[in-house]
């Protein structure tokens, strides 16, 4: 947990302590099961980084547009980035939506033993899903899952009017980021700067709005 706080300070987040436990205990199962399972391809030491930092870092930037009743994170693999989302967003329910049941059987196992009580995980892919589920969510997320025009059209059906789809990225094109896709409008477009133990990245932060065409 040492780990998490130093990296958490270097990158100026604030967690409850009750936050930072829970997130300590869900990374410390992600390293242990992955060296059995290939949950992730992040090397063991930027793991808290990956999985941690960089979801609390977006969720802040997010956070200045919105507080979510209820978020759907599409593509969310072992919980990136949904997991350390509910934890700023404590008030939120959040839905980790992956195909994959192996990961997701994982998953769950991962946060009831870390006893996270804000996240439901979904096994499916995000096409198949049912209609029940649409234009109900305040903010829809992803992280890198495709092009950010294939996360929109996947994420617009499910996002309320006025809600929220966004996505972090590690490279794009600024010229080529398109300012409307289907009912959303690009909202913001900003860079945050990670700090790692021996280098610093910077991460693309798209925010969508869901709005009505008349």
Same mark, same amino acid.
């Given at each position: 947990?040492?780990?998490?706080?130093?990296?958490?300070?270097?990158?100026?987040?604030?967690? $409850?302590?009750?936050?930072?436990?829970?997130?300590?205990?869900?990374?410390?199962?992600?390293?242990?099961?992955? $060296?059995?399972?290939?949950?992730?391809?992040?090397?063991?030491?930027?793991?808290?980084?990956?999985?941690?930092?960089?979801?609390?870092?977006?969720?802040?930037?997010?956070?200045?547009?919105?507080?979510?009743?209820?978020?759907?994170?599409?593509?969310?693999?072992?919980?990136?980035?949904?997991?350390?989302?509910?934890?700023?967003?404590?008030?939120?329910?959040?839905?980790?939506?992956?195909?994959?049941?192996?990961?997701?059987?994982?998953?769950?196992?991962?946060?009831?033993?870390?006893?996270?009580?804000?996240?439901?995980?979904?096994?499916?892919?995000?096409?198949?899903?049912?209609?029940?589920?649409?234009?109900?969510?305040?903010?829809?997320?992803?992280?890198?899952?495709?092009?950010?025009?294939?996360?929109?059209?996947?994420?617009?059906?499910?996002?309320?009017?006025?809600?929220?789809?966004?996505?972090?990225?590690?490279?794009?094109?600024?010229?080529?980021?398109?300012?409307?896709?289907?009912?959303?409008?690009?909202?913001?477009?900003?860079?945050?700067?990670?700090?790692?133990?021996?280098?610093?990245?910077?991460?693309?932060?798209?925010?969508?709005?869901?709005?009505?065409?008349?």
């Amino acid at each position: 947990m040492e780990e998490l706080i130093s990296a958490f300070h270097k990158n100026d987040i604030t967690l $409850k302590k009750e936050s930072i436990e829970k997130l300590s205990e869900y990374l410390s199962l992600l390293i242990k099961w992955n $060296k059995v399972h290939s949950l992730t391809s992040v090397h063991q030491r930027d793991v808290p980084y990956v999985f941690g930092v960089e979801p609390l870092l977006f969720a802040k930037e997010l956070s200045k547009f919105v507080y979510p009743k209820r978020c759907m994170d599409i593509g969310t693999g072992f919980g990136n980035p949904g997991v350390a989302m509910s934890l700023l967003f404590e008030r939120s329910e959040f839905f980790l939506v992956d195909s994959s049941s192996k990961k997701t059987a994982l998953l769950r196992s991962a946060l009831d033993m870390a006893f996270f009580k804000n996240v439901e995980v979904i096994t499916s892919r995000v096409e198949k899903m049912g209609e029940g589920l649409n234009e109900t969510f305040d903010l829809v997320v992803s992280r890198g899952v495709g092009t950010v025009e294939k996360i929109a059209s996947y994420a617009a059906r499910f996002v309320k009017s006025n809600g929220f789809v966004a996505t972090i990225k590690a490279k794009v094109d600024k010229e080529e980021i398109p300012q409307t896709i289907e009912s959303l409008d690009l909202k913001s477009m900003v860079s945050i700067n990670v700090a790692y133990p021996t280098k610093n990245v910077r991460r693309c932060v798209l925010i969508y709005e869901k709005v009505e065409r008349t």
